[in-house]
């Protein structure tokens, strides 16, 4: 079960290991929005985005027997690099399954880590099934990229971090795709101020949670096409969605120009690199629908020059 | 005279009004040069650039009848807007000298400060003179970007936060334009920390103070072609060279795709965004031939995702 106590478990975990990231105001921001605006910049988290805290939350409470033996996860984005570092951190190995058609950038990074890399046809492949039967050959330890309680207990030291600079805060806006990130912040939200507003956000084609909410279960969507590639997902986590459906009080969507819009704000104006899943709570923020005291989790920042130019053009 | 005391008043009187800016480190980044780096981000700093902190602190130290008058000042780049809010902070008037093929967009930003711009031809103006003569006919006081007393003293204030939270360090890295920056934070270093090495940075096309260094006096260079338009003076600055003259140990030269890439680390690595000028001193450190704990003003961020697209090409 995910609780407050979980999370602050993770934050002592991760302290010294994660990066105590900053929490960014901007005059500019506040004036644009008619908010007084808190960011809180995950793109300067250890391998650029909030998912280290998660992975190594995990990765650090497995047993000596697990370690020795060593951990699979599968993911082409962000996730596969904090299992990557988390493990070579822990003195352990880490197989991950990437789709083969990823970017050859990403594969080399996460072989910086030292990790081992396997790839599986994106179309005829299941990457969970995949997942699993690794697992049980090689005797690895499975660390999913949102669906495990350590995991969402350590993205949830993000909101810890977070309250901690601003105290009480009047909305919380955290962008949604497996919805691992939103179960830990929500929790943190929620019990620390019941009377905060919890806002979950996705892009327009991947609201597969927002339509989860609406049903009252876990909805099944059509592979999503978005420029943001973190939230491209068909359907929430089993756990987060259980948290989430508890906890999140509404959902903002927000499109691929809204999102161009958030990156090219947080460049010029903000002065930081955004990827398009690290800017989407930042484009809800613009949207100029909110008001009071408002914490915005910026996730990430990983995107290469050329993509950025390719995408802002 | 410009000394530690000076710098100090300074830093009580921007204190609240400027950005205490962070001081970033990066694995990745010592890594590759074999240092410790503090990277000292004046890209955060208000409008952009540590202009703010000369500008404001020379600003509120005006007299009530000067403030009721107002200011005059040269610049089309980062000066111009540091004044133009610091004199709006200050509830009084700035009139900018900007040559007439200024950017619209820079224009502009400086216009949303209040302040009022008059252009002149860049070829046959002599922005000095008619600053001078604005002055004398309007009855406004000249704030020049870095041959003042005062606005060297803002300046300084960079290397004071700086040293507060790294303590004494090996090496300190300040690029070289008219020479303001380096003459406020080279009076800190020395008083603070006597045998650290001070280190100048400037494009390679534009090396006036190197050359002047090894003449003991200032000297004149042609109009200097480089990305990097934050330093490309033809000489240094009568005040600021006296301190430098004193204090600065050697000077790097870095050229224009050394920049490039220092911009592209930047925005990849770091997930920030330096404008070329902000970005020399990185370029400076990534060549890899200091040592030691390193310290590195990173002097601005103001920069256009249309002219990043087009430098990065």
Redesign the interface.
Known sequence: MLDLEAINSASKRIDGVARRT?V?TSSTLDRNTGTTAFLKAE??QRV?AFKFRGAYNAISRLTRAQLATGVVTYSSGNHAQAVALAAKLMGTTAVILMPEDTPASKMDATRGYGAEILTYDRYTGDRVALGSQLAAERGLTLVPPYDHPHVMAGQGTVALELFEETGPLDTLVVPIGGGGLMAGCATVAKNLHPSIRVIGVEPEQANDTQLSLRKNERVRIPVPHTIADGQATEIPGELTFAVNQRLVDDIILVDDDEIRDAM?FA??RL???LEPSGATSLAALLKGTLTGRVGVVLSG?N???ER??DL??
Chains 1, 2 share one sequence.
């Open positions: 900053p960014l793109n300067f650029g090219r460049f010029e002065k930081i690199v920042g995107i290469s020059v950025f130019r802002l053009t």
